[in-house]
């Protein structure tokens, strides 16, 4: 018999929480949480475990799919590559480069192969219509950053283990372990601040988990984040609690004035009538926030898929900067992680870019080489020059994760060819004409390359594939060359790519030690990495079988911000110009009495749309349910779990309800991810409990308009008891 432990980590959410797995024969017998991870220490959710039920899958594709007349197919590697690069290229032909679109879902980001090498393929396809799952997400994030900073990477991470007073917006770390800050056992690290004698507050149309635990929770209408932050900066000024900490010299005083001239008519007072929340506590608020020794204003999803996404981001960071916790230990700090993509994208010209080119129908904006994916649908489905008419899907599924999912079914089906590259044939994949699965999971090997750039504290570490994959599989790496030398040909493939060509023949792991010696713990590097004196390393990381530990975060924003004078700018224009819009909120009516308001929420057993399919995940009673307050259900006739019927300007879907007081009255919350009924899927699990998708009640034209970002947060929505069917 043989056995082995293997340490991983876990590349499922955000959190990269360190896996002990004891392997027999061949079969995995436990899956636990490495308490030796110096990050992590033994920290895992029951998602863990599912890596086992993903690898063991009997409906995860092995080998490529072909969609024919009497169903799907088994076709070869050689003959998937053939046809995919002959339609594609053909389309081309045909009707131009922009008519072949790539769509790239969120599990990119959490895979080596795919990160270094899906560029590479997405570049030889020399399309300018790419579309990806950061527009239904953080999208306002890197707008901020790169407009504050001057780079679309340098996003600021709230130094968790160390503040007094973590006010949260829009976060619910207990259900989603973190996000835009990578902090395994997330929990723990907020019962901390409490037991420091700090406080946690939460900012939330919903009581959630987080709140639950929190010191104190805001409820706060959907989508008037904007207000409540403008009328916190207005406090800021108004109390003279302005202090620039140790930022001084990155701030020009000018901007001060400026800023106070346009907050100040954002008073507690006016804002009230929208946001819901009364002046006397957010007057408080500003003053415990201000007086903490150390604090931190953190904003997640809820604020940036909202109406004002990228104007609150701008915000968040603006209270940071003048409550002087901007790149400072225990406020909002920036990385330095061992593969510093910061730095490489740098100096390779990727800081970020914006409004080069526009969507087709809607011109809306660019942004580092993407459009919005609201947009996706109508430019499949309207006719004209520049036409999408094949689609590449990578790793995603915007059937049920992009707005008016209904819409994009329609425009799918009428492609003239689509390329899915996936794992499994789901709800999106279905509609494409062939399916590349790469190997996944515990068969690929992983460096994070993505949050450790997000983390709370500077971490590397590498795991190698624990299973073979077996000869008839593919990396995603190797599909990603195949195509792109097929696309580029050999006599068309250009000097630097030739250059390169060894390289990225290579396994990603090459490429992760060469920019392991030449990044900032690398024997060329500036920082120290004390093991045995040597230079970090991939050799030297393998050591480390539970990672390494390279100390917490450390101001250090001066010598890496990279706008054009040195200087954060406090005051973009693209954010300055939207002031008056949110003005014009004040003017609104808050709410009409039939109309709810529309949230989503994340569930600590679902990962996005894809992980239903495992089993022991799916236990229990149904969790694709609408939460309502009492209120609003009596008023409505709606008791305890009857079906209701939730309908929007784009669609409607029926599921039951779940009366609670933990939501704000006036609003509604749906899970999203679910919607596993739709004909010709093979995800057996998935299928038998199907739930409903929220993404066909959200709507492609409710977008923040200054990014293009979905606005998920603050949808009108009617809800009404469904009539018995006679
Ligand atoms: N209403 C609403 N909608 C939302 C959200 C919300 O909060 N509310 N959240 C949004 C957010 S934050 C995100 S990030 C998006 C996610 O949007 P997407 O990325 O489009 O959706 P996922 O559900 O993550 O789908 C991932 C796909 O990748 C496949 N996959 C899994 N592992 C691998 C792999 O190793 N290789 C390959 N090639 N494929 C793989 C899965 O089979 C699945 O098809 O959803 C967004 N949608
Ligand atoms: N278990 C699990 N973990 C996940 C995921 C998952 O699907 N399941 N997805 C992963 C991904 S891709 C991401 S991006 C992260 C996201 O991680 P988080 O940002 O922590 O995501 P959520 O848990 O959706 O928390 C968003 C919160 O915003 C609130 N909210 C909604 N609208 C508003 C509003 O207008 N204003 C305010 N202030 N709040 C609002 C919601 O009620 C919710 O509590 O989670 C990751 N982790
Ligand atoms: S919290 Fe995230 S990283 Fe940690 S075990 Fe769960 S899914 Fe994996
Ligand atoms: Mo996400």
Same mark, same amino acid.
Request: with cysteine; hydrophobic share 35%.
């Given at each position: ?215 104190? &929770? ?114 909002? +700090? ?43 649908? =109508? ?65 690929? =090997? ?165 992980? &239903? ?50 939501? +704000? ?62």
């Amino acid at each position: 018999m043989s056995a082995k432990t293997h340490y991983r980590t876990c590349n499922l959410c955000e959190a990269m929480c360190g896996l002990e797995i004891r392997v027999e024969n061949n079969q995995i017998r436990s899956i636990k949480g490495d308490a030796d991870d110096p990050f992590s220490r033994g920290h895992i959710c029951p998602k863990a475990t599912a890596l086992q039920d993903i690898y063991e899958d009997p409906d995860r594709l092995k080998r490529p799919i072909k969609r024919t007349p009497d169903g799907w197919i088994e076709i070869s590697w050689e003959d998937a590559y053939d046809e995919v690069v002959e339609k594609l290229k053909g389309i081309q032909n045909r009707h131009g480069r922009n008519s072949v679109a790539v769509y790239q879902g969120n599990p990119n980001v959490h895979n080596l192969g795919s990160m270094l090498y899906s560029p590479q393929f997405v570049r030889a396809l020399r399309t300018k219509i790419r579309f990806s799952a950061t527009s239904v997400d953080q999208l306002p994030h890197h707008y901020a950053a790169f407009f504050m900073f001057g780079h679309q990477l340098l996003l600021p991470i709230p130094d968790i283990d160390r503040t007094d007073f973590m006010l949260m917006l829009g976060a619910n770390p207990l259900a989603s372990n973190g996000s835009l800050m990578t902090a395994p056992g997330v929990k723990k690290r907020l019962r901390a601040i409490q037991k420091r004698g700090g406080q946690v507050v939460v900012v939330d149309p919903r009581k959630t988990e987080t709140a639950a635990m929190a010191d104190d &929770h805001f409820f706060i209408r959907p989508g008037k984040d904007v207000l409540f932050l403008l009328s916190f900066l207005q406090v800021m000024f108004a109390q003279n609690l302005i202090d620039l900490g140790d930022v001084p010299n990155l701030v020009d005083p000018a901007q001060l004035d400026a800023l106070q001239k346009l907050t100040s008519p954002f008073t507690p007072e006016k804002t009230a009538a929208q946001t819901g929340i009364e002046p006397e506590r957010l007057q408080k608020l500003v003053g415990e926030f201000c007086a903490a020794e150390r604090a931190v204003c953190y904003g997640r999803i809820g604020t940036s898929t909202q109406a004002f996404g990228g104007t609150i981001n701008w915000l968040i960071t603006v209270i940071n900067t003048l409550s002087g916790n901007l790149d400072r230990p225990g406020g909002a +700090m920036f990385t330095s992680p061992a593969f510093d993509i910061v730095g490489i994208t740098t100096q390779s010209g990727g800081t970020g870019s914006y409004g080069r080119w526009h969507s087709r129908v809607r011109n809306l904006p660019e942004f580092a080489g993407e459009l919005p994916v609201s947009a996706l649908g =109508e430019e499949i489905l309207t006719p004209g020059e520049g036409q999408i008419k094949g689609l590449v899907t990578i790793a995603g599924n915007p059937v049920l994760s992009t707005p008016n999912g209904t819409q994009l079914e329609e425009a799918l089906a009428s492609l003239d060819f689509m390329v899915a590259i996936d794992i499994y044939l789901n709800e999106t994949t279905r509609h494409a004409h062939i399916i590349l699965p790469p190997t996944t999971g515990l068969e690929t =090997e992983h460096y994070d390359l993505v949050f450790h750039v997000l983390a709370v504290r500077n971490t590397a570490k590498y795991s190698e594939p624990l299973f073979e994959a077996g000869d008839e599989a593919r990396a995603d790496w190797q599909i990603y060359s195949e195509l792109r030398d097929r696309l580029l040909g050999d006599k068309k493939r250009p000097l630097s790519h030739r250059r390169h060509r060894d390289l990225f023949e290579q396994p990603p792991g090459r490429i992760v030690d060469r920019a392991l010696r030449f990044g900032p713990y690398g024997a060329y590097g500036g920082k120290k990495y004390n093991h045995q004196g040597n230079g970090l390393s991939l050799k030297e990381l393998k050591k480390q079988r539970h990672g390494v530990d390279l100390g917490a975060l450390e101001p250090s924003l001066s010598g890496r911000i990279l706008t054009p004078d040195r200087q954060i700018n406090l005051l973009p224009e693209i954010f300055v110009n939207d002031l008056p819009r949110a003005e014009a909120l004040l003017h609104k009516n808050a709410q009409n009495g039939e109309t709810l308001l529309l949230i989503g929420r994340r569930q600590l057993r679902s990962n996005n749309s894809w992980m &239903h399919n495992s089993r022991r995940l799916m236990r229990g009673k149904n969790r694709c349910t609408v939460l309502i307050h009492p209120d609003d259900a009596a008023q409505r006739g709606i008791t305890s779990l009857d079906e209701v019927m939730v309908a929007s300007r784009v669609g409607e879907i029926a599921l039951p309800a779940e009366i609670s007081e933990a939501m +704000m009255p006036g609003v509604v919350s749906i899970p999203h991810g679910w919607g596993h009924h739709r004909p010709g899927i093979r995800q057996e699990v998935a299928q038998s409990t199907p739930g409903v998708s929220i993404n066909d009640l959200t709507d492609d034209q409710w977008i923040d308009p200054v990014t293009g970002n979905v606005a998920f947060s603050g949808v009108m929505v009617t809800v009404e008891k469904k009539r018995e069917e006679r």
